[in-house]
């Protein structure tokens, strides 16, 4: 027990590691990356409760700790006792079990069902629902299936204690633990132990550091082959995330000894190894990871087999067919228009080009027209939701993601379509192919007919994918593909300053602002200042943009930063417009976000089992304290996220503008200032501004846009598609 003398009083003086024991009576608050917690303790004996501070890998309401540290003066909230140990330990009295059990520890007791229980077991209420749980249905409101879920929610949060009391010992925050609960269920410890790295591959969100820690915990050599092996993969999955499909030998052992520090012997054995595991595959002196090489050699054959196997039905008349679209849609096509039909009309593979406000959606409408009305079944795909929702309401024709199309399969990772089953179709149209990277690129062309047409639309000069490769400029500047750029502003642009603006940023120039005081659909705001900035950007989210455009701020509006850290990153701008758009109302505090219902938020990764993709958007409907779950609205269907899962969500009031790649908005609001000087880009820019459908607001410097404006600077992508494609066709 503390020295204190009495739980209000500080100790009497300088004194060692103390002692502190009571009842957890309310977390204040809890990190659960790190498992930081600040709580109220009633210390055993006493009246008065105390403030406890330490890192604990569970902890909840109504149980007893233990805990050894010393009492410190903090200077806004006074004495608080700081833990160097926290032990947690099941509570033992009647109230504290009440309080326990209604903490929302246990999915499907809450506040109520914990009165019911303790009320007819008192102090054996745990012991019950743990040894003897066919007695819960005794108690009022608990069937077989409710019954059924008590027992296993309380089966899994003992483990997942065992496994965090493991894993914190080492180190690893509460939200990484529980993703490793996830994966591995009861054989977490066994596994980790077994091969510490294999949690880089195997669970999101956990690097090789941590892993290293973990590794080093354990007792695993600085120079074990394990070691060395685990950070070559590392470095090469960190380059993918950079768009790279390889890595020069050399390099690799000079960035991964500088890593590791680790004997280049010992390494090239690494290396080595992996490469007679063909996990790791050479060639020409570079090293790929298997998949990436497998993906670029078959995306290679798959093109060149797909352009040199004729088509099944009768070749087109394209002038005729030409002449009926545009009497059919009442325009008339440009040259370089008619260049792109004919193009994709008569070749099997064709790629078509350029930014916006061209003409390639109404390109696509003409296609999607003619080889329907020509009795051919045709397939649209995009490599989002989003993009897939656009194309469809342009053609109207049935649009799909690439995922769906090929109809993931979660239990392998793989895909239902393939070369054995090749999906069903005479011409298959791609859009937004800037986005598809060489893994995803590959399965698609795996799956489709021989036979087929293939019709492949994208912007190049925008962002390219967040995947490895760099498939669509590979595409054009191989030759192998014929391909159209469509250039030419059409009249409707011409009055659109957000297409005018796009396109003097892609050539390089300074942006044009409408005179006076028109409603117009480009403004820029000038304001250097981040606290200014901050500033404007809530005015015009919350104010502005929906009293002069009529436009829901909550749905319709989408701030975008170059980055997601710092003052003016999306992490902050998002707390922020949270706290404007949607203060109030039921929430829940996890990995230290609120997500609160009414908020707008975005899905961070690929999820097959809930078929929820990386940036997709939905808004929270529901949390549900008792069950522990949180419920989002994904256009029409509702996902359920248990709370261990709603790191997978991120708020998305505003985001990064790579994560915005395919999606339009109503009105967009861009920040850009010179803190952002690494990623200030002329390609950064120009996705960002061509996100914007009725209104682009551009906050921030003008030296910020200038230096992004000029900055032309392709960071090259190390990708061997294009010399592949050009090897195939020359032979």
Known sequence: MS????????????????????????????????????????????????????????????????????????????????????????????????????????????????????????????????????????????????RERIKAAWNEQKAVRDI????????????????????????AIARVNENP???????????????????NSLGVAPDSPLRARAGVAYLLHTLTEEGHCFCPRDLLVESAASLLEIPDQVLRDAIEHELAQETLIAEDGNVFLAPLFHAETGAAHHLVSLQQTPPTFKPIDTAKA??????????????????????????????????P???????????????????????????TGRAAKRLEEATRHRAQTIHRLLKFTPADGGFTHGPDKPLKGDVFILDEVSMV????????????????????IGDVDQLPSVGPGNVLRDLIESGAVPFVRLQTIFRQGDRSWIVH??????????????????????????????????????????????????LDPRKSVQVLSPMRRNQLGAD??????????????????????????????????????????????????????????????????????????????????????????????????????????KLLQRNLLYTAITRGRRLVCLVGSTKAVRIATANNRILLRRTGLRDRLQRLMRS
Request: hydrophobic share 40%.
């Open 3 to 146: 020295k204190r003398d009495n739980a209000g009083s500080p100790p009497a003086g300088p004194c060692d590691a103390e002692e502190l024991q009571g009842i957890v009576e309310h977390i204040i608050f809890r990190a659960d990356e790190t498992g930081y917690t600040v709580c109220s303790v009633m210390p055993t004996g006493k009246r008065e409760a105390v403030t406890l501070v330490g890192a604990c890998p569970s902890l909840w309401e109504g149980e007893s700790v233990r805990a050894t540290g010393r009492w410190v003066r903090h200077r806004a909230h006074g004495y608080q006792f700081q833990a160097d140990h926290i032990a947690a330990l099941a509570p033992v009295s009647t109230d504290g079990i009440m309080r326990y059990l209604a903490s929302g520890m246990v999915k499907g007791i809450g506040k109520v069902m914990a009165q019911r229980l303790v009320k007819a077991f008192g102090d054996d209420t745990l012991r019950v629902i743990d040894k003897e749980s066919g007695r819960l249905l005794n108690v009022d409101g608990i069937g077989p299936k409710r």
């Open 322 to 355: 030409i002449a009926w679209a545009e009497s059919r849609i009442r325009i008339v096509f440009d040259p370089t228009q008619r260049e792109a039909l004919a193009n994709s009309l008569s070749r099997k593979v064709s790629v078509i080009t350029g930014g």
């Open 197 to 215: 790295y294999r949690l880089v591959r195997d669970i999101w969100g956990i690097g090789f550091k941590t892993a290293d820690r973990i590794a």
């Open 572 to 677: 902050n701008l998002n707390t922020q417009l949270q706290q404007a758009l949607n203060p109030t109302g039921v929430s829940t505090m996890r990995f230290g976000r609120v997500y609160r219902v009414g908020d707008r938020v975005m899905q961070l990764r690929n999820n097959y089992d809930k078929d929820v993709f990386n940036g997709d958007i939905g808004a929270i409907t529901s949390v549900n304290e008792v069950d522990r779950e949180l419920s989002v609205a994904f256009d029409d269907r509702i996902v359920n996220y248990d709370f261990g899962e709603m790191d997978e969500l991120s708020l998305a009031y505003a985001s990064s503008i790579h994560k915005a790649q395919g999606s339009e908005y109503p009105a967009v609001v861009i920040v850009l200032a010179t803190q952002h000087f």
């Open 501 to 550: 603006n796009a396109h003097l940023v892609n050539a390089g120039r300074d942006l044009e602002l409408p005179r006076g005081r028109e409603l117009a659909d480009f403004y820029f705001i000038e304001t250097a200042e981040p606290d200014e900035v901050v500033s404007r950007v809530l005015h015009l989210v919350k104010t502005r943009i929906p009293a002069r455009f009529r």
């Open 164 to 187: 965090m009391v493991f894993l914190h010992s080492h180190r690893v925050g509460t939200a990484q633990a529980s993703r490793i609960y996830r994966q591995y269920g009861q054989e």
């Open 437 to 456: 990277d060489i893994l995803l690129m590959n399965a698609f062309l795996r799956a489709i007919p021989r036979h087929a047409c293939l019709v492949l």
């Open 357 to 383: 406000g061209v003409g390639k959606t109404t390109i696509t409408r003409a296609l999607v027209d003619v080889f329907r009305a020509r009795k051919l079944t045709v397939c649209l795909a995009a490599p």
